[in-house]
């Protein structure tokens, strides 16, 4: 505070009131909680990130592997095959366990539960910009108990910061093999792309800025003003508030 005060008087601005003090250091305390915030959500700080699959693992876990990383480019970054800044690969349990115990210094990871596969994604501590992530696969569990393209579509969207939810391909036991709506909304929102409507394979579907007029919303005990919409099975999952302007 007393630094505050001193670059103040230094500055010779004219603060008439505490009040006036009082606003400049809720801006300034607004400003730093956001850029906290925004830079809370591990993620690529890149547009093209190169990913490899390693020739050990079957023909599928490749083809699968290709569709995750098509799909999740739409909505996030662009992957690229190249180089292995994301790696397949497919082994069985001990190898992976012991590459799991090393951690670079500086840097942080995030390692889901051992079962069909997981995800190793690693990130520096002090941006939360994602540099590498590490997709194991299991050689036999993951085809033989397992929705091999839903579990490749589940662990690549770990490899770009998207955690375990309740429900959607996030889940820790999903049973889908497509991107839900939710997931895509999630997505978008962490790598600012533009707000998108959404309908899955399953008619779900999510709308970031509808128009509520003020007939309508005081019928259903609302404000006007713009809402996102999200819906479940033909029914409204959940609504709130939305930012957007469509002027």
Known sequence: MITFLNWIAHKKMKLTTWLDILLMLLVITGYMFYSVAFAAEKKWFLSTVQYQ???????????????????????????????????????PTSPFINELRYLEPGTDSEDEELTLGTTRTTWYTSSMQIFRAHIWIDPNLAHVFGNLRGVLLHEFSHAIGEGHTDGGIMAPSAKGDYLDAHTIARIRARYLKPPASVVDRMGNFYIPCMWVHGLVALIVQMEEGYYWVKTENGEIAAFGKSGCNQE
Not at 62 to 86: C, I, N, R
């Open 53 to 91: 699959i390693s020739p050990d693992c079957s023909h599928d876990v490749h083809l699968y592997s290709k569709q995750a990383a098509q799909e999740l480019s739409k909505h996030s970054v662009v992957f690229t095959e190249g180089l292995d800044a994301v790696y397949v690969s497919c082994e």
